[in-house]
């Protein structure tokens, strides 16, 4: 549970990133921005496997580029649910946006063990 709250702090930041930098989103309150970082965790663990299964023809196709419109769609959806305090324009301000969250989630995760502790490995040279 721990793991899931640190992360879901994780997502919170890479959204507030992307508002901050993709013309397009807005967040209107502290409370939108981990109502939406929490259902965007929740949305990527139940909807999102979901939809890569359904679309892993195209996805194949197009050698995983489609991974990133779906999650795009997986943002448009947590703002369409959260409408008045998340929002976000179209797809492309969406596809921006997800970048951003996974660039900050790989570089953040870096640092977080698979118990949702934070882990820093030191190298000492003898």
Not at 26 to 44: H, P
Not at 50 to 69: A, D, E, H, Q
């Amino acid at each position: 549970m721990r793991g899931f709250l640190l992360r879901a702090c994780i997502v919170a930041v890479g959204l507030w990133v992307a508002s901050s930098i993709v013309p397009g989103i807005e967040i209107r309150s502290g409370g939108a921005l981990v109502a939406a970082a929490v259902l965007l965790a929740v949305v990527n663990a139940i909807v999102r496997p979901v939809l890569i299964f359904l679309t892993l023809p195209i996805t194949l196709l197009t050698l995983g580029l489609f991974l990133l419109v779906i999650n795009g769609l997986m943002i448009e959806l947590v703002s369409a649910l959260l409408a008045p305090g998340f929002y976000v324009v179209s797809l492309w301000p969406a596809i921006l946006a997800s970048i951003i969250v996974s660039i900050t989630g790989w570089f953040v995760n870096g640092f977080i063990g698979p118990e949702g502790r934070v882990e820093i490995i030191t190298v000492r040279r003898l």
